[in-house]
Protein backbone atom coordinates (compact mmCIF):
# COMPACT_ATOMS: atom_id res chain seq x y z
CA UNK A 1 0.00 0.00 0.00
CA UNK A 2 0.92 3.75 -0.98
CA UNK A 3 -0.20 6.59 0.35
CA UNK A 4 0.89 10.23 -0.63
CA UNK A 5 2.45 11.18 3.24
CA UNK A 6 1.63 10.31 6.85
CA UNK A 7 -1.48 11.96 7.18
CA UNK A 8 -3.12 9.96 4.42
CA UNK A 9 -1.91 6.44 6.15
CA UNK A 10 -4.66 6.67 8.91
CA UNK A 11 -7.05 3.74 8.58
CA UNK A 12 -7.33 0.57 6.89
CA UNK A 13 -6.53 -1.19 9.69
CA UNK A 14 -6.54 -4.79 9.97
CA UNK A 15 -8.92 -6.94 11.71
CA UNK A 16 -7.46 -10.42 12.65
CA UNK A 17 -9.24 -13.77 14.69
CA UNK A 18 -8.55 -15.02 17.98
CA UNK A 19 -8.61 -18.58 17.18
CA UNK A 20 -7.61 -19.53 20.95
CA UNK A 21 -9.64 -17.50 22.89
CA UNK A 22 -13.17 -17.32 20.50
CA UNK A 23 -15.17 -20.21 22.47
CA UNK A 24 -15.99 -22.18 19.27
CA UNK A 25 -15.87 -22.23 15.50
CA UNK A 26 -19.42 -20.81 15.54
CA UNK A 27 -18.53 -18.11 18.24
CA UNK A 28 -15.47 -16.26 16.79
CA UNK A 29 -13.90 -13.24 18.14
CA UNK A 30 -11.93 -10.50 16.09
CA UNK A 31 -9.77 -8.08 16.84
CA UNK A 32 -9.26 -4.78 14.98
CA UNK A 33 -5.86 -3.37 15.50
CA UNK A 34 -6.18 0.21 15.72
CA UNK A 35 -2.89 0.25 17.35
CA UNK A 36 -1.50 -0.05 13.42
CA UNK A 37 -2.44 3.82 12.35
CA UNK A 38 0.57 6.59 12.51
CA UNK A 39 0.87 7.09 16.21
CA UNK A 40 -0.42 3.87 17.39
CA UNK A 41 -3.63 4.27 18.53
CA UNK A 42 -7.73 4.89 17.28
CA UNK A 43 -7.48 8.56 17.63
CA UNK A 44 -6.16 8.80 14.55
CA UNK A 45 -9.17 8.94 12.99
CA UNK A 46 -11.47 11.49 14.95
CA UNK A 47 -8.35 13.73 15.08
CA UNK A 48 -7.54 14.05 11.69
CA UNK A 49 -11.50 14.22 10.93
CA UNK A 50 -12.04 16.86 13.62
CA UNK A 51 -8.91 19.11 12.27
CA UNK A 52 -10.48 18.73 8.59
CA UNK A 53 -14.18 19.62 9.29
CA UNK A 54 -12.23 22.51 11.26
CA UNK A 55 -10.25 23.69 8.42
CA UNK A 56 -13.35 23.09 5.92
CA UNK A 57 -15.73 25.55 8.82
CA UNK A 58 -12.66 27.84 8.17
CA UNK A 59 -11.93 28.33 11.83
CA UNK A 60 -8.73 26.45 11.74
CA UNK A 61 -6.29 28.65 9.79
CA UNK A 62 -2.13 28.37 9.84
CA UNK A 63 -0.55 29.47 12.66
CA UNK A 64 -4.00 28.95 15.36
CA UNK A 65 -3.48 27.30 18.59
CA UNK A 66 -5.51 23.85 19.03
CA UNK A 67 -6.57 23.16 22.88
CA UNK A 68 -7.83 19.67 23.90
CA UNK A 69 -8.13 18.02 27.17
CA UNK A 70 -7.04 14.56 26.52
CA UNK A 71 -5.32 11.65 28.39
CA UNK A 72 -3.36 11.21 25.77
CA UNK A 73 -4.37 9.44 22.87
CA UNK A 74 -6.20 11.82 20.84
CA UNK A 75 -3.61 14.56 22.13
CA UNK A 76 -0.74 12.76 20.62
CA UNK A 77 -2.91 12.32 16.86
CA UNK A 78 -3.78 16.06 17.24
CA UNK A 79 0.01 17.02 17.97
CA UNK A 80 1.36 14.79 15.48
CA UNK A 81 -1.42 16.53 12.48
CA UNK A 82 -0.98 19.65 14.67
CA UNK A 83 3.05 19.89 13.40
CA UNK A 84 2.83 18.30 9.93
CA UNK A 85 -0.26 21.07 8.77
CA UNK A 86 1.59 23.71 11.04
CA UNK A 87 -0.58 24.45 14.22
CA UNK A 88 0.38 24.74 17.40
CA UNK A 89 -1.22 22.30 20.40
CA UNK A 90 -2.19 22.66 24.16
CA UNK A 91 -3.43 19.74 25.60
CA UNK A 92 -4.77 19.12 29.26
CA UNK A 93 -4.40 15.88 30.64
CA UNK A 94 -4.66 14.66 34.24
CA UNK A 95 -1.47 14.64 36.47
CA UNK A 96 -1.88 10.50 36.79
CA UNK A 97 -1.44 9.49 33.09
CA UNK A 98 1.79 7.73 32.31
CA UNK A 99 5.33 9.38 31.74
CA UNK A 100 5.35 7.49 28.21
CA UNK A 101 2.32 9.52 26.93
CA UNK A 102 3.73 13.16 28.29
CA UNK A 103 6.82 12.48 26.26
CA UNK A 104 4.79 11.32 23.46
CA UNK A 105 2.96 14.65 23.14
CA UNK A 106 6.42 16.81 23.98
CA UNK A 107 8.07 14.96 21.19
CA UNK A 108 5.37 15.94 18.73
CA UNK A 109 5.67 19.31 20.09
CA UNK A 110 2.44 20.11 22.25
CA UNK A 111 2.49 22.00 25.29
CA UNK A 112 1.03 20.26 28.47
CA UNK A 113 -0.96 21.64 31.17
CA UNK A 114 -1.61 19.06 33.94
CA UNK A 115 -4.96 18.69 35.47
CA UNK A 116 -5.71 17.81 39.03
CA UNK A 117 -5.82 13.33 39.50
CA UNK A 118 -8.77 14.18 41.25
CA UNK A 119 -11.78 13.92 38.72
CA UNK A 120 -9.71 12.25 36.33
CA UNK A 121 -10.93 13.42 32.26
CA UNK A 122 -13.66 15.44 34.26
CA UNK A 123 -11.57 17.54 35.63
CA UNK A 124 -9.56 17.86 32.53
CA UNK A 125 -12.37 18.73 30.65
CA UNK A 126 -13.26 21.34 32.78
CA UNK A 127 -9.77 23.20 32.84
CA UNK A 128 -9.82 23.14 28.99
CA UNK A 129 -13.18 24.78 28.79
CA UNK A 130 -11.53 27.27 31.24
CA UNK A 131 -8.53 28.03 29.38
CA UNK A 132 -11.33 28.13 25.92
CA UNK A 133 -13.15 31.57 27.56
CA UNK A 134 -9.46 32.72 28.64
CA UNK A 135 -7.85 32.13 25.50
CA UNK A 136 -10.97 33.19 22.45
CA UNK A 137 -8.52 33.05 19.57
CA UNK A 138 -7.49 28.89 20.48
CA UNK A 139 -9.30 26.25 18.88
CA UNK A 140 -10.97 23.48 20.87
CA UNK A 141 -11.70 21.08 18.76
CA UNK A 142 -13.26 19.12 22.05
CA UNK A 143 -13.62 15.35 20.71
CA UNK A 144 -16.11 14.94 23.55
CA UNK A 145 -18.48 17.02 21.34
CA UNK A 146 -17.90 17.12 17.69
CA UNK A 147 -19.85 15.51 15.51
CA UNK A 148 -16.42 15.00 12.72
CA UNK A 149 -15.63 12.01 15.93
CA UNK A 150 -18.37 9.61 15.45
CA UNK A 151 -18.54 10.96 11.91
CA UNK A 152 -14.39 9.81 11.41
CA UNK A 153 -15.81 6.27 12.68
CA UNK A 154 -18.79 6.41 10.69
CA UNK A 155 -17.19 6.53 6.93
CA UNK A 156 -14.12 4.63 7.69
CA UNK A 157 -14.07 2.07 10.87
CA UNK A 158 -17.27 0.86 10.06
CA UNK A 159 -17.58 0.62 6.58
CA UNK A 160 -14.14 -1.26 6.50
CA UNK A 161 -15.39 -3.72 9.82
CA UNK A 162 -18.38 -5.12 7.29
CA UNK A 163 -16.05 -5.49 4.19
CA UNK A 164 -13.84 -7.55 6.76
CA UNK A 165 -16.54 -9.11 8.15
CA UNK A 166 -19.87 -9.33 6.44
CA UNK A 167 -21.45 -11.93 9.08
CA UNK A 168 -20.07 -9.59 12.02
CA UNK A 169 -23.11 -9.84 15.13
CA UNK A 170 -21.46 -7.62 17.74
CA UNK A 171 -19.17 -4.62 18.02
CA UNK A 172 -17.75 -4.02 21.13
CA UNK A 173 -15.42 -0.89 22.00
CA UNK A 174 -14.34 1.36 24.63
CA UNK A 175 -16.75 3.82 25.79
CA UNK A 176 -15.18 7.34 26.17
CA UNK A 177 -15.90 9.89 24.12
CA UNK A 178 -18.26 7.49 22.71
CA UNK A 179 -17.18 8.88 19.33
CA UNK A 180 -16.39 4.93 18.21
CA UNK A 181 -19.29 3.05 19.15
CA UNK A 182 -21.29 6.17 18.12
CA UNK A 183 -20.40 6.11 14.75
CA UNK A 184 -19.13 2.73 14.16
CA UNK A 185 -22.70 1.77 15.66
CA UNK A 186 -24.74 3.67 13.55
CA UNK A 187 -23.35 2.60 10.62
CA UNK A 188 -23.71 -0.79 11.47
CA UNK A 189 -27.53 -0.34 12.67
CA UNK A 190 -28.13 0.82 8.98
CA UNK A 191 -26.73 -1.86 7.43
CA UNK A 192 -27.29 -5.44 9.66
CA UNK A 193 -30.55 -5.95 10.97
CA UNK A 194 -30.03 -7.24 14.58
CA UNK A 195 -26.18 -6.32 14.89
CA UNK A 196 -25.59 -5.50 18.87
CA UNK A 197 -23.32 -2.31 19.67
CA UNK A 198 -21.81 -3.05 23.08
CA UNK A 199 -20.07 -0.62 25.30
CA UNK A 200 -17.10 -1.62 27.79
CA UNK A 201 -17.01 1.31 30.09
CA UNK A 202 -13.62 1.72 32.18
CA UNK A 203 -14.24 1.49 36.05
CA UNK A 204 -11.16 3.16 37.84
CA UNK A 205 -9.75 3.06 41.40
CA UNK A 206 -11.87 4.59 44.03
CA UNK A 207 -9.16 8.16 43.80
CA UNK A 208 -10.45 9.06 40.13
CA UNK A 209 -14.40 9.27 41.64
CA UNK A 210 -13.32 10.34 44.41
CA UNK A 211 -14.13 13.74 44.66
CA UNK A 212 -16.97 13.24 42.17
CA UNK A 213 -20.36 15.53 42.70
CA UNK A 214 -23.38 13.28 42.13
CA UNK A 215 -25.19 16.36 40.58
CA UNK A 216 -22.11 17.59 38.22
CA UNK A 217 -21.13 14.22 36.52
CA UNK A 218 -20.35 14.42 32.65
CA UNK A 219 -22.01 12.74 29.74
CA UNK A 220 -20.24 13.69 26.65
CA UNK A 221 -22.50 15.25 24.90
CA UNK A 222 -21.94 12.96 21.78
CA UNK A 223 -23.33 10.45 23.59
CA UNK A 224 -26.79 8.46 22.66
CA UNK A 225 -27.93 5.51 24.39
CA UNK A 226 -30.86 4.67 21.32
CA UNK A 227 -27.39 3.36 19.72
CA UNK A 228 -26.38 0.97 22.55
CA UNK A 229 -27.75 -2.69 23.34
CA UNK A 230 -25.78 -2.43 26.30
CA UNK A 231 -23.41 -1.06 28.31
CA UNK A 232 -20.65 -2.93 31.32
CA UNK A 233 -18.66 -1.50 33.60
CA UNK A 234 -15.27 -3.66 33.48
CA UNK A 235 -13.22 -3.02 36.47
CA UNK A 236 -9.22 -2.38 36.74
CA UNK A 237 -8.90 -6.25 37.74
CA UNK A 238 -10.54 -7.57 34.80
CA UNK A 239 -9.05 -5.29 32.17
CA UNK A 240 -5.44 -5.76 33.31
CA UNK A 241 -6.25 -10.13 33.27
CA UNK A 242 -7.75 -9.95 29.94
CA UNK A 243 -4.53 -7.74 28.66
CA UNK A 244 -2.32 -10.09 29.72
CA UNK A 245 -4.16 -13.27 28.17
CA UNK A 246 -4.60 -11.81 25.07
CA UNK A 247 -1.05 -10.90 24.72
CA UNK A 248 0.10 -14.73 26.45
CA UNK A 249 -2.50 -16.06 23.87
CA UNK A 250 -3.19 -14.51 20.68
CA UNK A 251 0.54 -12.75 21.02
CA UNK A 252 -1.33 -9.20 20.77
CA UNK A 253 0.46 -6.32 22.66
CA UNK A 254 -2.29 -3.84 23.91
CA UNK A 255 -2.97 -1.63 26.33
CA UNK A 256 -4.92 -1.81 29.21
CA UNK A 257 -8.18 -0.46 27.99
CA UNK A 258 -8.64 -3.31 25.49
CA UNK A 259 -8.54 -5.72 27.70
CA UNK A 260 -11.35 -4.04 29.26
CA UNK A 261 -13.27 -4.38 25.56
CA UNK A 262 -11.68 -7.58 25.17
CA UNK A 263 -13.60 -8.69 28.62
CA UNK A 264 -17.11 -7.42 27.34
CA UNK A 265 -16.39 -9.18 24.22
CA UNK A 266 -15.75 -12.44 25.89
CA UNK A 267 -18.92 -11.73 28.06
CA UNK A 268 -20.85 -11.41 25.15
CA UNK A 269 -19.16 -14.50 23.27
CA UNK A 270 -19.65 -17.01 26.21
CA UNK A 271 -23.61 -15.64 26.26
CA UNK A 272 -23.84 -16.33 22.63
CA UNK A 273 -22.93 -19.64 23.57
CA UNK A 274 -25.16 -20.56 25.85
CA UNK A 275 -28.29 -19.83 23.47
CA UNK A 276 -26.28 -21.78 21.16
CA UNK A 277 -26.33 -19.00 18.75
CA UNK A 278 -23.68 -18.32 15.95
CA UNK A 279 -21.54 -14.89 16.40
CA UNK A 280 -19.14 -12.98 14.81
CA UNK A 281 -17.87 -10.22 17.31
CA UNK A 282 -15.07 -7.68 16.26
CA UNK A 283 -13.94 -5.75 19.27
CA UNK A 284 -11.14 -3.10 19.15
CA UNK A 285 -8.01 -2.95 19.49
CA UNK A 286 -7.45 1.14 20.75
CA UNK A 287 -3.57 1.17 21.21
CA UNK A 288 -0.65 -0.77 21.76
CA UNK A 289 1.23 -1.49 25.30
CA UNK A 290 3.61 0.46 24.52
CA UNK A 291 2.75 3.35 26.68
CA UNK A 292 2.34 1.31 29.47
CA UNK A 293 5.23 -0.26 29.40
CA UNK A 294 6.74 0.99 32.53
CA UNK A 295 3.80 -0.06 34.86
CA UNK A 296 5.64 -3.13 34.41
CA UNK A 297 1.94 -4.96 34.15
CA UNK A 298 3.03 -7.52 31.20
CA UNK A 299 5.64 -9.17 32.99
CA UNK A 300 4.68 -9.27 36.75
CA UNK A 301 4.33 -12.24 37.93
CA UNK A 302 0.71 -12.58 38.39
CA UNK A 303 -2.51 -10.43 37.76
CA UNK A 304 -2.77 -9.50 41.60
CA UNK A 305 0.72 -8.04 41.30
CA UNK A 306 -0.17 -6.46 37.56
CA UNK A 307 -3.18 -4.43 38.98
CA UNK A 308 -0.92 -3.41 41.91
CA UNK A 309 1.38 -1.53 40.04
CA UNK A 310 -1.49 0.22 38.14
CA UNK A 311 -3.48 1.75 41.31
CA UNK A 312 -4.47 5.00 40.80
CA UNK A 313 -3.65 5.34 37.09
CA UNK A 314 -5.77 6.42 34.86
CA UNK A 315 -5.40 3.65 31.81
CA UNK A 316 -7.94 4.15 29.47
CA UNK B 1 -31.84 -12.38 49.84
CA UNK B 2 -28.70 -10.80 50.35
CA UNK B 3 -27.45 -8.35 47.27
CA UNK B 4 -23.86 -6.60 47.69
CA UNK B 5 -23.94 -3.36 46.93
CA UNK B 6 -21.15 -0.92 45.94
CA UNK B 7 -21.00 2.02 47.29
CA UNK B 8 -18.78 5.39 45.51
CA UNK B 9 -16.78 7.45 47.94
CA UNK B 10 -19.24 10.63 47.58
CA UNK B 11 -21.94 8.41 49.29
CA UNK B 12 -20.26 6.56 52.31
CA UNK B 13 -21.05 9.41 54.25
CA UNK B 14 -24.46 7.52 54.11
CA UNK B 15 -22.75 4.24 55.33
CA UNK B 16 -20.35 5.08 58.22
CA UNK B 17 -17.60 4.50 55.21
CA UNK B 18 -18.10 1.15 54.05
CA UNK B 19 -16.97 0.84 50.79
CA UNK B 20 -19.76 -2.49 50.06
CA UNK B 21 -23.47 -2.58 52.15
CA UNK B 22 -25.53 -5.71 51.75
CA UNK B 23 -29.49 -5.03 50.93
CA UNK B 24 -32.11 -7.07 49.99
CA UNK B 25 -34.83 -6.54 47.19
CA UNK B 26 -36.58 -8.68 44.39
CA UNK B 27 -35.76 -5.06 42.17
CA UNK B 28 -33.33 -2.26 42.26
CA UNK B 29 -36.48 -0.17 43.17
CA UNK B 30 -36.71 -2.23 46.21
CA UNK B 31 -33.67 -2.70 47.13
CA UNK B 32 -32.98 1.31 47.00
CA UNK B 33 -35.72 1.53 49.49
CA UNK B 34 -34.21 -1.33 51.72
CA UNK B 35 -30.78 0.62 52.09
CA UNK B 36 -32.93 4.00 52.88
CA UNK B 37 -34.18 2.11 56.04
CA UNK B 38 -30.68 1.89 57.15
CA UNK B 39 -29.03 4.27 55.31
CA UNK B 40 -31.53 7.69 55.37
CA UNK B 41 -31.14 10.03 52.89
CA UNK B 42 -29.38 7.88 49.97
CA UNK B 43 -32.37 7.18 47.86
CA UNK B 44 -32.51 10.70 47.28
CA UNK B 45 -29.45 11.04 45.92
CA UNK B 46 -29.76 8.10 43.94
CA UNK B 47 -33.48 8.46 42.49
CA UNK B 48 -35.38 11.96 41.63
CA UNK B 49 -38.96 12.59 43.01
CA UNK B 50 -40.26 10.66 39.93
CA UNK B 51 -39.22 7.53 40.72
CA UNK B 52 -36.56 7.82 37.90
CA UNK B 53 -32.53 7.20 38.22
CA UNK B 54 -31.09 10.66 38.44
CA UNK B 55 -29.26 11.84 35.52
CA UNK B 56 -25.27 11.56 36.73
CA UNK B 57 -25.99 8.52 38.84
CA UNK B 58 -24.82 5.25 36.87
CA UNK B 59 -26.18 1.64 38.91
CA UNK B 60 -24.40 -1.52 37.22
CA UNK B 61 -26.31 -4.85 38.05
CA UNK B 62 -23.63 -7.61 37.94
CA UNK B 63 -21.62 -4.99 35.78
CA UNK B 64 -24.55 -4.57 33.15
CA UNK B 65 -25.89 -1.01 33.34
CA UNK B 66 -29.65 -1.39 34.75
CA UNK B 67 -30.31 1.37 31.67
CA UNK B 68 -30.09 -1.01 29.41
CA UNK B 69 -31.99 -3.77 31.15
CA UNK B 70 -35.44 -2.87 33.20
CA UNK B 71 -33.93 0.32 34.79
CA UNK B 72 -34.93 0.56 39.07
CA UNK B 73 -37.38 -2.36 37.91
CA UNK B 74 -34.55 -4.77 36.67
CA UNK B 75 -35.30 -7.65 38.98
CA UNK B 76 -32.34 -8.68 41.26
CA UNK B 77 -31.35 -12.60 42.50
CA UNK B 78 -29.37 -13.47 45.81
CA UNK B 79 -26.00 -13.26 45.09
CA UNK B 80 -25.97 -10.15 42.89
CA UNK B 81 -23.84 -7.50 42.54
CA UNK B 82 -24.66 -3.86 42.22
CA UNK B 83 -22.39 -1.00 42.18
CA UNK B 84 -23.25 2.43 42.20
CA UNK B 85 -20.92 5.02 40.30
CA UNK B 86 -21.23 8.70 39.38
CA UNK B 87 -20.94 9.22 35.65
CA UNK B 88 -17.13 10.37 34.76
CA UNK B 89 -15.46 11.52 31.59
CA UNK B 90 -13.49 8.86 29.83
CA UNK B 91 -12.02 8.81 26.53
CA UNK B 92 -8.47 9.86 25.50
Redesign the interface.
Known sequence: MRYDSLIDAVGRTPLVGLPRLSPSPEVRVWAKLEDRNPTGSVKDRPALHMIEAAERDGLLTPGCTILEPTSGNTGISLAMAARLKGYKIVCVMPENTSEERRELLRMWGAEIISSPAAGGSNTAVRVAKELAAEHPDWVMLYQYGNPANPEAHYTTTGPELLEDLPTITHFVAGLGTTGTLMGVGRYLREKVPGVQIVAAEPRYDDVVYGLRNLDEGFIPELYDAEVLTTRYSVGSHDAVRRTRELLEQEGIFAGVSTGAALHAALGVARKAVKAGERADIAFVIADGGWKYLSTGIYTAASTEEAIERLHGQLWA | MAIEVRI????RDYTDGA?AVEGNGASIDELIADLETRHAGIRN?LVEEDGSL?????V?LN???I???DGISSSLDDGDTV?I????????
Request: positive net charge; glycine residues 8%; without cysteine.
Open positions: PTILKRRRFVNYDEDRFITLPAVAGGA
